[in-house]
């Protein structure tokens, strides 16, 4: 199906984008809001669950990783906001 085809390049696009993002984030350059990560992950893992329900199998493959991707910024988010510094 030429959609499956179209939303996956879509996707892939957008994980690509958030590549450096990431990368940021680790290495405490920037910030990431938890409440953004959180919503916008379990919004991936929905659409994924849609496009697998359409039969959109690859374009449910690139949600499931864009998901993950956010879920990786969830953690960091909730890493760097939890930190407690003991003296």
């Excluded at 984008?17 to 990431?22: A, G, S, T």
């Amino acid at each position: 199906m030429w959609q499956d085809l179209l939303l996956s390049g879509i996707g892939i696009v957008f994980t690509i984008i958030l590549i450096p993002q990431l990368l940021d984030s680790i290495k405490g350059k920037s910030q990431i809001n938890t409440l953004t990560s959180s919503i916008t992950g379990c919004g991936c893992f929905l659409i994924c669950f849609v496009d697998i329900t359409l039969n959109l199998y690859i374009a449910a493959a690139v949600s499931l990783i864009t998901g993950f991707v956010w879920l990786s910024f969830f953690g960091l988010a909730y890493k760097r906001n939890n930190l407690q510094v003991v003296e």
